[in-house]
């Protein structure tokens, strides 16, 4: 099954530069969708594993899920985006090649068992995702590639000086798997491994969209291609954060937990700080959204520092905001299409243009905020349990003002471009049904997940919760 | 002799934090890049012959030789001759670079009793390295300086992973993967025919996208 | 008795063919024959021969400074050691006297300087008078830091390095060698600091200070350049030559060095161009670096950090 994960995508990249024609571009996205998803719940009923390098458990299970999912929205809407796009075959072959690479290096970063291989995955999206986020070529898009690869570099290549600490620490045995690493925590050296904790974490920080490490976030996810924005940040925000909370754990049963959790709390409440002050003045919506993004992961951190049951709530809240983000970046694809600008400003009457996406929009927003009945207000309402159980009161104000500057911030933007007059270009078409289905579907997914979630799917996150 | 080697190492990043003619950034790159392939061919013992060559071969090749050449290429092409106005004044940088090389030797100091497995010169002189490319990232404004800074930054991180090469040879192998993979790729961006003109751009310049 | 009869000779009459081979070194990379090597002599006598001219808006000092900086410098030459590693006298920390003897040589030669009222001089007094400032702390770092690991405190104990493990001698050796070199190339005027054979004072540091000077007074302070430059030669090939040799290998040794460095420096001089002025802080200050470079290794060692 991982095989298959892993290897497809270098045979249909092969072949979608090879034949270079249209339709085998969305065709071979359609067909690793499928059989992602084919893998993914197999995984699920069985775990498995690939040479001693790659595995599934319980924690990985959830991403690989998510991942799949996610891949098989944005390749049904990549369908219809595409038709929009005018640049030469051969431009498209390898839009397509490095969407298929950069989804593999993404499952590789999931299900890797070994945190040197975690880190070259990690690496690989770099690479893979960079010619994505050029695709337009502008001069914006120069920048914000320039901005991605150069600091994503600076922050791998200090997550790789955490490693080596990490190793230093190591003495006696001399691999990095993580189960070994689980097994002999309290063998390793306490003090370099509290040493190498905050490298790690500003290296894979760096990628998983943590202030102070954020600065590419908002131009990258803003410049890029909407499928490719809605894959960024629905899945390799969560793989960078997985880096994070294999170390995490293994600081947890090292002693040092209290340690590794202040400084994700710190990480957590600084990225909220900072989404809470830039989200009111943004002036492009999409870097609205990439801001919001920067705040859920700050969420998810803190979920994390606060442990106990914040633990399954940060699972929960990672699954929600991939596909409410992902939902979320797909419909802005669909404004931009019909209103020509990726501002704010210029965008009224979305639901009198064009109802469908005019809705989703709100709805997608709602979802985001945490309204309930959606599952954020779950996963943000267990936080804030959480942090009242351990008494950390001051914490949870704070947490409920960022929050509610944030959603002032974001609804001020959304509400504005919703209604009123429709500003659009007369004869601009309404979306067709590929480029709203997809959100529909991740939106009901959300609804049924708020409203009565399975016994099934809640094992599977307590499950996940626990590994932690 | 390996102390020799690694003191000489720390004065080229001296002279990174002072000079601003960026074919001497270059130059001491490449130099840098001879000092480790001799560090590893001396310190590395005789288990393990295949690693071994591969390790040397590739400090060489492609740090001493090949990303100088390119990143040479690159400068000429654009004409790019000298840093002129960073952000802090080289007088005050010098400073600064040596004050993080003291710092350097004084975490070898603490670290003497504790780090057992590594030679207490390496770690202290590959985080200074390390800190100091950092600090070139920062203070300097051309884009091919900051690529420059980060490679300095690299090689630190190459010599650190040295420090445990005895006990974990696959750390060093990743290293160099780390290496090629950010050359091949950073280097491409630049030498792509259109961004020709990329390399010799001030920072200021990529001032479009804010709120 | 030898000996120092040896050394007297070699003060009085190395320094000239030091500038000698200088020059010639120069010649041979600018292609040329170039001047005999024994050309400073008789540069020497003829203007021994001349008469001076002294301008009347100047005062006593200015008659007085040329003689006061030759004489300073030769006495600081009494701590060197010189051949054979021995030296005229030495008690504890007499580098130290031996560093002040020299600024105060360069204080007579400024203010000498000045007191012609002229303003190009003026200029180069104040740059002298910077750069110099900023040698002096690498300098007393070095030789504080190399007393401190031979546990004694004058000069010529410091140069004797053999208690010293040799892999933290090389180290020593290479490092204070670059930085002392670099300390030659300010002190006595080099290029990249100062480039002796520019006509444009508004360039010059060293040489427009002596510019009115004229006679006996411009032989001596020629003179006493050179022999500035060969005393900081001798440190450094103090420091190389181990003590343990037979008198005669290391006063041959002890020559050989200063021709090596008679000659580094005419390479030096063809090769590069001087820093322009704003770089020349810098261009001393990599000089204080290494220098602090030697004594966090020397602190290292001996506080037992390295094996």
């Known amino acids: ?414 509400l504005r471009m919703c209604f009123g007059e429709d500003s659009a270009a007369p004869g601009s078409g309404k979306s067709k049904i590929l480029e709203w289905l997809p959100q529909l579907i991740f939106m009901l997914l959300l609804l049924t997940a708020g409203l009565c979630l399975p016994d099934a799917v809640r094992a599977a996150f307590e499950a996940a919760a626990s590994v932690l | 002799m390996i102390p020799f080697l690694i003191i000489l190492f720390s004065l080229t990043m001296l002279y990174l934090g002072a000079t601003s003619r960026v074919e001497a950034y270059i130059k001491t790159l490449a130099l840098q890049g001879v000092i480790l392939f001799f560090i590893i061919l001396l310190d590395y013992g005789t288990e393990n012959i295949p690693n071994l060559i591969f390790l040397s071969a590739e400090t060489l090749a492609v740090k001493g030789v090949l990303i100088p050449l390119v990143l040479m290429n690159v400068v000429r092409k654009n004409d790019i001759k000298r840093e002129i106005e960073p952000n802090i004044p080289f007088f005050f940088s010098l400073i600064i670079t040596s004050s993080i090389l003291a710092s350097g030797f004084y975490i070898s100091w603490l670290m003497s009793d504790v780090a057992i497995s590594a030679h207490p010169f390496f770690f202290g002189v590959s985080i200074s390295t390390i800190v100091t490319g950092l600090f070139i990232i920062i203070t300097r404004k051309k884009i091919i300086t900051h690529i420059m800074g980060f490679m300095a930054m690299e090689n630190g991180i190459f010599l650190l992973t040295l420090a445990i090469a005895k006990e974990m040879p696959f750390i060093v192998a990743i290293g160099v993967l780390l290496d090629i993979f950010i050359a091949v790729y950073l280097l491409g961006f630049l030498v792509n025919k259109i961004q020709d003109a990329f390399a010799g751009v001030h920072i200021g310049t990529l001032t479009k996208l804010k709120d | 008795m030898i000996g120092t009869i040896a050394n007297i000779l070699f003060i009085i009459l190395f320094p000239l063919f030091f500038t000698g081979c200088i020059n010639r070194t120069k010649s041979f990379w600018g292609g040329r024959q170039g001047p005999s090597l024994f050309q400073p002599y008789r540069d020497f006598v003829k203007l021994l021969k001349k008469g001076a001219v002294i301008s009347r808006t100047t005062s006593f000092i200015f008659a007085m400074a040329p003689s006061v900086t030759a004489a300073s410098v030769v006495s600081a030459a009494l701590f060197v050691p010189l051949l054979g590693k021995t030296s005229f006298m030495s008690f504890d920390i007499d580098f130290v006297l031996f560093a002040y003897m020299l600024a105060a040589g360069k204080f007579f030669t400024i203010i000498g300087a000045m007191d012609t009222g002229s303003s190009f001089e003026g200029m180069g007094a104040s740059r002298e008078a910077a750069f110099s400032a900023l040698v002096e702390p690498g300098f007393f770092i070095i030789l504080g830091s190399l007393a401190f690991i031979v546990n004694a405190s004058s000069f010529s104990e410091i140069m004797n390095l053999s208690s010293v493990s040799p892999d933290l001698r090389i180290i020593i050796t290479v490092l204070s060698s670059i930085a002392l070199f670099i300390m030659l190339l300010a002190e006595g005027c080099r290029v990249p600091v100062d480039d002796p054979n520019t006509h444009l004072e508004l360039t010059m540091i060293h040489e427009v200070m002596v510019l009115d000077n004229s006679g006996p007074d411009l032989a001596f302070i020629m003179y006493a350049s050179a022999l500035k430059m060969v005393l900081i030669g001798s440190l450094i090939a103090n420091i190389i030559i181990p003590a343990d040799l037979h008198p005669l290998i290391s006063a041959a040794a002890f020559i050989s060095i200063h021709l090596a460095i008679a000659a580094l420096i005419g390479t030096v001089e063809s090769l590069l161009a001087r820093l322009r002025m704003t770089h020349i802080p810098q261009f001393i200050l990599y000089m204080n670096s290494i220098a602090m470079v030697i004594s966090a290794v020397i602190v290292l060692y001996v506080s037992g950090g390295l094996r």
């Open chain 1, 1 to 414: 099954m991982i095989e298959i994960i892993l290897f497809t995508p270098l045979i249909l990249a092969a072949a979608v530069y090879l034949l270079n024609k249209k339709i085998f571009n969305t065709a071979s996205l359609f067909i690793y969708s499928l059989l992602l998803l084919f893998s993914s719940v197999n995984l699920y009923l069985e775990p498995g594993s690939f040479t001693s390098y790659f595995k599934t458990d319980n924690l990985s299970i959830i991403f690989l899920i998510i991942l799949a999912l996610l891949f098989s929205g944005v390749s049904i809407y990549n369908f219809s985006y595409m038709e929009h796009d005018r640049s030469s075959i051969k431009r498209q072959s390898f839009y397509t090649v490095n969407i298929l690479l950069f989804t593999a290096s993404v499952a590789g970063v999931i299900l890797s068992s070994h945190l040197a291989m975690l880190w070259v995955f990690i690496e690989a999206t770099t690479l893979s995702s960079a010619y994505l986020i050029y695709y337009h070529r502008t001069p914006t898009a120069i920048e914000a590639t320039w901005k991605y690869l150069f600091i994503c570099s600076v922050g791998i290549a200090i997550a790789f000086v955490g490693i080596t600490l990490l190793s230093m620490g190591l003495g006696g045995f001399d691999s990095l798997y993580f189960d070994e690493l689980a097994q002999k925590a309290e063998k390793i050296d306490p003090f370099w491994l509290k040493l190498s904790f905050p490298f790690i974490l500003a290296g894979f920080g760096t990628k998983a969209g943590l202030a102070p490490v954020h600065a590419w976030l908002p131009d990258a996810h803003s410049e890029s291609p909407s499928p490719v924005s809605a894959i960024l940040s629905g899945t390799l925000l969560n793989a960078a954060l997985l880096g994070i909370l294999r170390v995490v754990k293994v600081m947890e049963l090292a002693e040092m937990g209290d340690y590794a959790r202040t400084l994700l709390l710190a990480a957590g409440f600084l990225s909220l700080f900072v989404t809470a002050v830039y989200i009111g003045v943004v002036k492009n919506y999409k870097r609205m959204l990439a801001y919001s993004s920067i705040e859920n992961m700050g969420i998810i951190a803190i979920g994390v520092g606060i442990g106990g049951a914040g633990l399954f709530a940060a699972v929960f809240h990672l699954t929600a905001h991939s596909l409410t983000k992902a939902s979320f970046f797909l419909t802005s694809g669909n404004i931009l299409h019909r209103y020509g600008t990726a501002e704010i400003a210029p965008v009224r009457g979305l639901l009198k243009g064009d109802a469908a996406t005019g809705w989703l929009w709100i709805f997608t927003f709602a979802a985001i905020i945490g309204l309930p009945p959606f599952p954020i207000f779950i996963s943000e309402f267990l936080i804030i349990k959480a942090m009242f159980t351990k008494g950390m009161y001051g914490t949870a104000l704070i947490f409920f003002i960022l929050l509610t500057v944030i959603m002032a911030g974001m609804a001020k933007n959304v």
